[in-house]
């Protein structure tokens, strides 16, 4: 163990990592070595975890040529200089990051500090990393000295595989990952995010605080066991922690009054003092209970929600000598500029908060409404085509509101000829506002297990069942596309979409899967909901009722005019 105590303040560290005996790592095989990343084989000792750590890294495919750590003792002197390391600025691309010192004696305090610098020397590509602070952190626990951490920091930086997403290195990269943690947050944490919407002001500022919860406020004992697994399985780990810890969060404070003016607040120092509640391996059971979706379809989330990005000119991090805030991205309902007659700013804004994040930076736009132009379903169509997504908003006389997010632009109707037929895609929705709030995902996208059991065979069978189970044929996971992405952002074949909206010159049903949720007839007028198991037979509203305002919605790019 004393190759690897340099940096470490022992009176700090957990003691069972010394007591235990020396163990050996054989195994090679990715199944295993998961296997064993997960229950924390390594975990119970400093020196194991130490030649662990050594062996994952040095396996990671780099760019050929890679800073190694001759390079560090070779430029170390002339950057650093004989200044003190303790005063050494930081690079902006650390974004005023927390720097942890998790179990560091004063020396690895001052050597986080000094290899951060000479990666800013040998990575001038990197814009934005804030999490490379806590990284070096950590890994110099593990390390016999500076040059060997940086060499492994410089290995994960350098990874050239496509296929194994590492760090974040760009604020595209950074936001984008941002935006999808808030789409997964909206899936699989339906309770904390609904009490996210009722105490925040902008909730997806709390979701971009996500990376910082894992790398600067999670303690030693947690990060690292996060890290074991991280190195094994990538990045899909740091979002089912994240996911757990907000999970926890929810339960543990939820009906407690806040402990600051601030959630952003309140959950830092809850995952600080995570160990007063939850213990590590607990935490880790929760983070891989969750049946979260494929790493390719996440995949494709983060590249749609990075197109958007770009798309809007949001690719780096904006300056600002008024205010040492992040660039907030993320744009609320302006209340100046909406006005409906079937809900308030303060419900568009709760709307707002479940809809895919990429779309979250638009303002709704009014496309359709029949106070205006009519109760006529061609002219519903004829307002409403070209837009993707939209938002459908319906009060019926009875003074119900309900509605439905739809992904899918209606010109996609025509695709079946003069049959009815469905389209559109999982991340479609729909919710009531009247009499209560409550939203209503597609079953298949929520219980995925459903989908097998609610398909007809042959023909007639969801093309999403058939992508989001796994007993449904000879395809490889890496084949599986996105249950919940438009086929068209990334000329995917159409065999992708889902069954959710259809539409024809007589009627309007927007539900799918073993039955409809939503029927409307031609004239706009009247409507019945049809209770299945769809949508957990909660009825929407009346089984049949009377329209009173019908609008369509759509999504305004204001950033580019």
């Known amino acids: 163990m004393d190759e690897y105590n340099r940096f470490v303040d022992w009176d700090k560290m957990d003691v069972t990592v010394q007591s235990q005996d020396a163990k050996e790592l054989t195994c090679t095989e990715f199944q295993e070595l998961k296997q064993l990343a997960r229950q ?9 975890r130490a030649k662990v750590y050594q062996k994952l890294i040095g396996n990671i495919p780099c760019r050929t040529v890679t800073p190694d750590a001759n390079v560090y003792r070779d430029i170390v002197v002339k950057i650093i200089g004989k200044r003190n390391s303790s005063s050494l600025p930081l690079p902006e691309f650390v974004d005023n990051s927390l720097v942890p010192t998790y179990c560091l004696n004063a020396e690895g305090i001052g050597a986080v500090r ?14 934005f990393c804030p999490a490379l602070p806590s990284v070096i952190a950590l890994l110099l626990h593990y390390s016999k000295d500076e040059a060997e951490c940086f060499e492994q920091v410089c290995r994960i930086l350098a990874c050239n595989d496509p296929s194994k997403r590492l760090i974040d290195q760009t604020f595209l990269a950074f936001e984008s990952s941002c935006m999808t943690f808030g789409d997964l947050v909206n899936k699989y944490c339906q309770a904390a995010h609904k009490l996210m919407v009722a105490v925040s002001e902008d909730v997806l500022e709390v979701y971009s605080d996500w990376q910082r919860w894992l790398f600067g406020e999670l303690p030693m004992v947690y990060i ?38 601030s959630i952003q ?6 995952v600080r003092d995570i160990a007063k509640s939850v213990s590590p391996e607990r935490l880790l059971e929760k983070a891989f209970a969750i049946r979260l979706f494929s790493r390719k379809e996440i995949q494709l989330l983060q590249m749609a929600n990075e197109k958007a990005l770009q798309q809007k000119g949001i690719t780096v991090k904006q300056k600002s000598v008024a205010s040492p805030k ?29 809809i895919p994040e990429r779309f979250a930076l638009c303002q709704p736009l009014l496309l359709f409404t029949t106070l205006e132009h009519g109760c006529s379903l061609s002219r519903f169509y004829s307002h409403s085509e070209g837009h993707e997504p939209t938002l459908l908003l319906i009060k019926t006389t009875a003074k119900e509101v309900c509605g439905a997010y739809l992904s899918t632009d209606w010109s996609e109707r025509r695709r079946g000829g003069n049959k009815l037929s469905f389209f559109g895609t999982g991340e479609c929705f729909v919710f009531r506002l009247q009499p209560e709030v409550e939203r209503y995902e597609w ?36 084949d599986r596309l996105s249950p919940f992405l438009s086929a068209r952002h990334f000329n995917l074949p159409s065999k992708t979409a ?18 409809q949720a939503l029927y409307l007839d031609a004239d706009l007028n009247h409507g019945r909901t049809s209770h299945c198991n769809t949508f957990n037979n909660q009825p929407l509203c009346s089984e049949n009722f009377q329209i009173s305002v019908l609008e369509v919605w759509g999504f305004r790019d204001t950033m580019n005019g």
């Open 114 to 127: 000094k290899i951060i610098l000479c990666i800013a020397n040998q990575f001038p590509d990197i814009s």
């Open 224 to 261: 690292a066991r996060v890290f074991d697994v991280f190195l094994v399985e990538g990045y899909k780990v740091l979002y089912r922690v994240a996911l757990a810890l907000l999970k926890f969060f929810h339960k543990v404070r939820a009906g407690q009054p806040m402990e600051s003016d």
């Open 265 to 270: 607040q309140d959950i830092r120092a809850f």
């Open 443 to 478: 079953v298949i996208i929520k219980h995925p297990e459903l989908a097998t059991a609610g398909s007809e065979p042959e023909n007639h069978a969801s093309p999403a069942s058939s992508t989001l189970t796994s007993s449904s044929g000879p395809s490889e996971p890496s």
């Open 498 to 515: 889902s069954m959710f909206m259809a539409g024809s010159s007589e009627c309007i049903i927007i539900g799918g899967g073993d039955g």
């Open 40 to 48: 924390g084989y390594w975990a119970k000792n400093h020196s194991l």
């Open 326 to 354: 992040r660039q907030n991205v993320h744009l609320a309902v302006h209340a100046e500029n909406f006005k409906s007659e079937i809900v308030s700013v303060k419900e568009m804004r709760d709307i707002w908060s479940w």
